[in-house]
């Protein structure tokens, strides 16, 4: 069956820094690939996606590269600000459902 | 602005009682999805419908059922609430296919006690 495995949290950051969350993911198809934020108090929503092998997804500053070879969809910001602070799921689906990693929770510091 | 709406955002109920969560999408989606949310365990689909009177299984339907009457809505029913269902449950929507991503309600806060 599909799953996603992403980096454990919590991660703690410096305003500025770079901030990477791993994900790896295994599925039996060709799925899309799906990064979505929820802010403190908040449903999720979709940060950025990516459809088919070598797909850049990106928004707001954050960016991730759909790698079929190494079945990975990390998410990459190089300067993060306070207000990306949040949880960040990594997610996949192959049809009309999607599979979630356990989530990864990034603080930001000024 | 389109959106997933819950009816509730904060819900505390007896433990046995029989609990309706509501969901309604204005977006003219056909799948709907209904999720609990704990810490360390992500999301885990409790069930989703993808098409008005069709429901099916997710990953932990036990203790809950669902009811899909309109294309817009998308019920939650806890058939007799028990403390482990204490969670966050979010409802999300989606159009056909793998391509479109989900838009989700903003988490129905249930406490069991």
């Known amino acids: 069956g599909n799953s996603v495995t992403q980096m454990e949290g919590p991660v703690t950051l410096s305003e500025e820094a770079f901030l990477t969350i791993n994900c790896t993911y295994t599925?039996?198809?060709?799925?899309?690939l799906f990064w979505y934020v929820q802010y403190p108090g908040e449903g999720l929503q979709l940060l950025l996606k990516a459809t088919k092998a070598d797909d850049k997804g990106s928004n707001k500053g954050f960016e991730a590269t759909y790698r079929k070879e190494t079945t990975s969809f990390h998410l990459e910001k190089g300067s993060v600000q306070v207000s990306d602070s949040a949880v960040y799921f990594c997610a996949l689906s192959d049809d009309y459902k999607l599979s979630f990693g356990a989530g990864t929770t990034v603080t930001v510091r000024a | 602005d389109v959106k997933v709406t819950q009816s509730s955002r904060y819900l505390v109920k007896r433990t046995g009682e029989k609990v309706f969560l509501e969901c309604v999408q204005d977006m003219d989606h056909e799948n709907m999805f209904w999720y609990r949310q704990d810490p360390g365990l992500g999301l885990r689909l409790i069930y989703f419908?993808?098409?008005?009177?069709?429901?099916e299984k997710g990953d932990i339907p036990e203790g809950y059922s669902v009811s899909r009457e309109k294309k817009e809505r998308f019920s939650l029913i806890l058939e007799s609430a028990s403390t482990n269902q204490t969670s966050m449950y979010l409802c999300a929507s989606s159009t056909a296919g793998k391509l479109g991503g989900y838009t989700f309600g903003s988490g129905t806060r249930l406490t069991v006690v």
């Open positions: 599925a039996t198809g060709y799925p899309s």
């Open positions: 419908s993808y098409d008005v009177k069709m429901k």
